[in-house]
C-alpha cells in the first residue's frame, strides 16, 4: 500500500512556510513520548526550550516526540504558536500557546514516519516535508504501552513510572490482587535484584513505591543508584515477574520462591540484595 504523505493532513492554516519542526529524542534523562504521554505542561516546556541558537524562529513549533523503539516513527505534539521570546540560551526562552485548530484533534493519536538524518533536531519543516509520511492514526491519544501480559512484562523503570504516573487500568488491574515474586536486573551490568510483594501488598502497589521512591528502600539498590545516579538508574534497571499468585496464596510460599530466586540467580553474591 503506497505510503499517505503528511501533506494531505495539513489543514489550511498550517503553512510549513512559517513552521518549525521540532524532532524531540531522549535528553539523557526522559524520552519525549513519555513526557507527551503524561505531562502536557511538561510537554509544552519541551517546546519553549531555546538552546544556544534561536532556533524557533518561525511563527510555529510543529512538535514530534521520537518513539522509544523505532527511531523513525514519531508521536505528533501538536502545533504551537510562538507568542513570545527572550534571547537567554538553555533556558525556556519562548512562550508558545497550544493551537488546538490546528491538527488539534490528531495530537498524541497521529505517528509519523521520517527517518532524520543528521544530529539537528529542529529543523526548517518544508526541507523535510516530502520525507514525512502518515504511519497510523490512533483511536484514542497515546498514554503509554498497554499491559502485555504477565509473562511479558520487561520495562525498565522510567517506563514503569509513565504506567504508574498513569494510572493506567490495564496495567493495575493486573497486579494489583496479585502477590508475586520479581526480578530487577541492571541491563549493563547484569547484577539483579530479587524482591517479592506479599501480605496485603499486590504486586502493583510494591512497584508503585519504587516508581515514587526508585529503590524501594532496599538497601543495595539505595547503592546502586547512588553510584551511577538517577537518569542511568531510571534507564537501565528493569523489572520482570519471575511467579506470580492470587492473594489467597500463603506469604510463607512467596518467600519460600523469593529465597529460591536469590540462590538460582546469584542475587546475593553477584547482585544487589542484602540478605
Given at each position: 500500500?503506497?505510503a499517505i504523505p503528511l501533506t494531505a493532513l495539513l489543514p489550511p492554516g498550517v503553512d510549513p512556510a512559517e513552521c ?173 535484584y530479587v524482591g517479592s510483594a506479599y501480605g496485603d501488598t499486590g504486586v502493583w502497589q510494591r512497584w508503585s513505591y ?51 530466586w536469590k540462590n538460582v540467580l546469584l542475587a546475593r553474591s553477584l547482585g544487589h540484595n542484602r540478605n
Amino acid at each position: 500500500m503506497e505510503a499517505i504523505p503528511l501533506t494531505a493532513l495539513l489543514p489550511p492554516g498550517v503553512d510549513p512556510a512559517e513552521c518549525k519542526l521540532h524532532c524531540a529524542v531522549f535528553n539523557g534523562e526522559r524520552h519525549p513520548i513519555e513526557v507527551l504521554a503524561t505531562s502536557w505542561d511538561e510537554w509544552q516546556g519541551w517546546n519553549s526550550w531555546r538552546n544556544v541558537n534561536d532556533d524557533f524562529n518561525r511563527r510555529y513549533v510543529f512538535s514530534l516526540a521520537q518513539d522509544r523503539h523505532d527511531p523513525t516513527l514519531w508521536l505528533f505534539g501538536g502545533v504551537w504558536e510562538v507568542v513570545g521570546r527572550r534571547p537567554e540560551p538553555r533556558a525556556p526562552s519562548y512562550d508558545v500557546v497550544f493551537r488546538a485548530d490546528l491538527m488539534g484533534a490528531f495530537a498524541r493519536r497521529l505517528y509519523v514516519r521520517l527517518a532524520l538524518a543528521g544530529r539537528n533536531r529542529r529543523r526548517n519543516m518544508e526541507t523535510l516535508l516530502g520525507d514525512m509520511t502518515v504511519a497510523s492514526i490512533a483511536e484514542e491519544e497515546f498514554a503509554g504501552d498497554p499491559f502485555p501480559g504477565h509473562d511479558r512484562i520487561d520495562h525498565s523503570l522510567a517506563e514503569l513510572q509513565v504506567v504508574v504516573g498513569q494510572r493506567r487500568a490495564d496495567w493495575r488491574i493486573a497486579l494489583e490482587s496479585m502477590k508475586g515474586v520479581y526480578v530487577i536486573h541492571d541491563q549493563v551490568t547484569g547484577a539483579r535484584y530479587v524482591g517479592s510483594a506479599y501480605g496485603d501488598t499486590g504486586v502493583w502497589q510494591r512497584w508503585s513505591y519504587y516508581a515514587q521512591t526508585l529503590h524501594g528502600d532496599n538497601v543495595g539498590l539505595q547503592a546502586h543508584l547512588a553510584a551511577h545516579g538517577e537518569a542511568y538508574y531510571r534507564e537501565n534497571m528493569r523489572f520482570a515477574l519471575l511467579e506470580y499468585w492470587s492473594m489467597r496464596t500463603s506469604d510463607e510460599h512467596v518467600l519460600e520462591r523469593e529465597s529460591y530466586w536469590k540462590n538460582v540467580l546469584l542475587a546475593r553474591s553477584l547482585g544487589h540484595n542484602r540478605n
